[in-house]
């Protein structure tokens, strides 16, 4: 089994930086593959970010060029670097795993959650 813990949230402005981190604890070579997901009040979760461990990487159009994914393997950790904020980023950011290297932008394909952590970007 693996646990994966996020931190690094906060309240900032639009036009800020902020990076978030997830650890992965556990089973953790188990591991292939990492991605961070959203969900807005009243919304459905959405894709941000994946990484495999190949740095194989992709990005949901609304976060293209302003958001980074990235992994320390030696930490088990990744990161999701994400600047030029928007109020529309506001949401609480999920951290999720998989066994697959196989990257995926759906939230069935990943069967390890962590518990989230709340961004807010003031207008």
């Known amino acids: 089994q693996v646990q994966l813990v996020e931190s690094g949230g906060g309240l900032v402005q639009a036009g800020d930086s902020l990076r978030i981190s997830c650890a992965a604890s556990?089973?953790?070579?188990?591991?292939?593959?990492m991605a961070w997901f959203r969900q807005a009040p009243g919304k459905e979760r959405e894709f941000v970010a994946a990484?495999?461990?190949?740095?194989?990487?992709i990005y949901a159009d609304s976060v293209k060029g302003r958001f980074t994914i990235s992994k320390d393997i030696t930490k088990n950790t990744a990161y999701l670097q994400m600047n030029s904020l928007k109020p529309e980023d506001t949401a609480v950011y999920y951290c999720?795993?998989?066994?697959?290297?196989?990257?995926?932008?759906?939230?069935?394909?990943?069967?390890?959650w962590g518990q989230g952590t709340q961004v807010t970007v003031s207008s």
């Open positions: 999720a795993a998989r066994p697959s290297p196989f990257l995926s932008s759906n939230s069935d394909a990943y069967d390890s």
């Open positions: 990484i495999n461990w190949n740095d194989l990487i």
């Open positions: 556990g089973r953790t070579f188990s591991l292939n593959a």
